[in-house]
């Protein structure tokens, strides 16, 4: 009895990470894959895959901070346009002509001026009490204002301001592959990295007393609020997260591409935002978990690219992927008017 009793804690945290909502997406994902693979064998390829996990982790990582805070009622309408940035940062300090920074170094600069977005972002939603849609709205612009300043709307590096050989080497270490063999590229560190930070924050949601604040303001602020919770401050570390998250995204662009420019990011909020919906991210709130966004920020990748691979037009790939998110918000619409009708 005392190992049943040991072992509940654990399968219940589980059964709440891998719910069922996130294994029927799961699902919809491998139908996809089913699907393509009728049509053509061949772009269902284990190097198409991995090359399509790879491109889509830089959306993925930020999809998990952003997916935390649709939970919590919000948005985030610059986390491209802060990824960008990050991304900015880090290649502006390696590239500098007198004192090129390390590396790793400028990773870690990315990495706060991250953070310090999503600060200010958390700030003005939980303790001024600005919209988010605003505060979002805002900082993408002074984000992307940012980058064409720091920049100078040039591509980094230049002839003029190159990587050091030591900055390339750095770059290839964050570009590494995992399990390569003959006939196999490997798994890149950044779906790792995806991954890895998704699961995390799937257990921060459900097996922390902060993460079950998160749903709980999502669910109902002014109830939270009379539940003695300290939304403000949730909202702050929340937002803090998203850019954090989201400046992994801008170090992993530069790591892949060996450089940037100031126009990266721009509009990708709209595939962040996406890969939430589609992962079963309520835009209402309270529902929803980052592997499902990961696994949405797949499913998306993965239809834009197999209909381009099957020589559908590039417009008509979007209007695809656009129909599937109104799809997704729709069936999650329906969902919730059903569990209502339960309740009641």
């Not at 799961?26 to 269902?44: C, D, S, Y």
Request: glycine share 12%; proline share 3%.
């Amino acid at each position: 009895m005392a190992t049943s009793s040991a072992t509940e804690p654990r399968f219940y945290l589980l059964r709440r990470v891998f719910r069922p909502r996130e294994l029927i997406i799961v699902g919809v994902f491998i139908l996809e894959l089913f699907a393509f693979w009728l049509a053509g064998p061949r772009f269902v390829s284990a190097t198409n895959m991995l090359d399509a996990a790879r491109f889509g982790s830089l959306v993925g990582i930020a999809a998990v901070g952003t997916s935390m805070v649709i939970i919590l009622g919000g948005i985030d309408l610059s986390c491209g346009a802060l990824y960008g940035l990050c991304g900015c940062v880090m290649a502006l300090l390696m590239s500098h002509p007198v004192h090129p920074v390390n590396a790793w170094a400028a990773a870690f600069c990315a990495l706060l001026v991250g953070l310090a977005f999503g600060l200010l972002n958390g700030a003005c939603v939980g303790y001024v009490g600005i919209p988010p849609f605003i505060v979002t709205l805002g900082t993408m612009s002074m984000s992307s204002g940012l980058a064409m300043l720091l920049t100078h709307a040039e591509h980094l590096p230049s002839s003029l301001r190159p990587f050091s050989a030591a900055g390339k080497a750095a770059l290839l270490k964050l570009d590494t592959h995992f399990f390569r063999h003959e006939g196999f590229s490997g798994i890149h560190l950044s779906v790792v990295v995806m991954i890895v930070v998704a699961v995390l924050a799937a257990f921060f949601l459900v097996g922390t007393r902060w993460g079950r604040y998160v749903h709980a303001i999502g669910s109902g602020e002014e109830a939270a609020r009379h539940a003695g919770i300290r939304v403000p401050r949730i909202k702050l570390f929340t937002y803090a997260a998203a850019g954090g998250l989201a400046a992994i995204s801008g170090i992993f662009y530069v790591a892949r591409f060996k450089g940037i420019n100031s126009g990266v990011g721009l509009g990708d909020e709209l595939n962040i935002i996406a890969a939430a919906v589609v992962g079963g991210v309520s835009l209402t709130g309270g529902r929803g978990s980052p592997l499902g966004a990961i696994v949405g920020a797949m499913i998306v990748k993965i239809l834009r690219d197999g209909l381009v691979f099957h020589e559908v037009p590039e417009s008509g790939a979007k209007i695809a992927v656009g129909a599937f998110i109104i799809l997704a918000v729709l069936v999650d619409l329906i969902l919730k008017r059903l569990s209502a009708r339960r309740a009641t």
